[in-house]
């Protein structure tokens, strides 16, 4: 199968190495790259995941669970992206001064213990969604190992499988960042609006959940065929009242249901009309 003979470039790729820090966040494309890369470089794998405001607990959990079940030395760097008036503000660039700032962190950290390479997950689906982070990745010379063996996500999903990682069907996730559009202020008391309100929703069961924040509204996204459990199971006066709770005054549920990058809609338009 193709797909192996790109775990097999992949394997390549990595075996070159001596030593490497793998910028783990705990989802599904860093697990399985830091899986690939501690079979290969056995302790010089090295994972490291950043611990912030905009970073859940549940999400940090999960990645020190998973390293620590697979004996890999795990690292929680602490970082503080409100610190940084220019990600605060939320322009269209907010990902990649995020990144930037974290990247240059982990390598930072890395010299010190004599590592001079840092991998990270992207894959080759990537590269089709607006992603401003990946101009840090190729600025700050941080490797994206699945993106040059070519493998998509579908593709990760897959091998995950096949080598058990509980990971493989796990739903995909970003920072609580992504949750804002573009040019709406960034402040902690939003971020945990936002927080209180997802951890809800997964409390009630629903696999996929995206609390977008606009001002006082929560506009909600799950799985398209969850929508009809607000109804069906009387959630939506529930939900509703937790989204007040939390600090909203209005609560909508999006009738197209989650999609990745929602946020970048309005950007992906503006791009193309001007490129006619």
């Not at 795990?74 to 322009?91: G, M, Q, R, W, Y």
């Not at 990682?165 to 609580?176: G, I, M, N, R, S």
Request: net charge positive; charged share 30%; proline share 3%.
């Amino acid at each position: 199968m193709i797909v192996h003979e790109k775990l097999k470039h992949l394997t390549e790729i990595l075996s070159r190495l001596k030593r490497a820090v793998i910028a783990f966040s705990g989802g599904v494309d860093s697990a399985f790259l830091l899986k690939v890369a501690a079979d290969t470089l056995g302790g010089g794998a090295i994972a490291m995941t950043a611990r912030s405001a905009i970073h859940p607990q549940r999400e940090t959990e999960h990645a020190i669970s998973f390293a620590n079940g697979r004996g890999v030395r795990h690292i929680l760097l602490d970082t503080d992206e409100l610190t940084i008036p220019e990600f605060v503000l939320n322009p269209k660039n907010r990902c990649y001064i995020c990144k930037r700032a974290l990247f240059w962190k982990l390598r930072e950290k890395a010299e010190n213990m004599g590592i001079q390479t840092i991998l990270e997950g992207s894959n080759a689906d990537d590269l089709s969604d607006f992603r401003p982070g990946m101009r840090a990745v190729r600025e700050l010379g941080i490797r994206s190992p699945m993106l040059e063996a070519g493998i998509n996500k579908n593709e990760i999903r897959l091998l995950s499988k096949e080598m058990g990682l509980e990971t493989w069907d796990k739903q995909p996730f970003a920072c609580l960042a992504t949750r804002f559009p573009y040019g709406e202020r960034i402040t902690t008391e939003k971020l945990l609006m936002v927080d209180i309100c997802e951890r809800y929703l997964l409390s009630l069961g629903f696999k996929q959940a995206r609390v977008r924040h606009h001002g006082d509204l929560a506009r909600i996204e799950v799985g398209k065929e969850e929508t009809v459990r607000f109804f069906r199971d009387g959630l939506a006066d529930l939900v509703d009242a937790e989204c007040k709770r939390a600090g909203f005054t209005y609560c909508t549920i999006d009738a197209k249901g989650y999609q990745t990058g929602s946020m970048n809609r309005a950007t992906v338009r503006e791009e193309i009309n001007e490129q006619r």
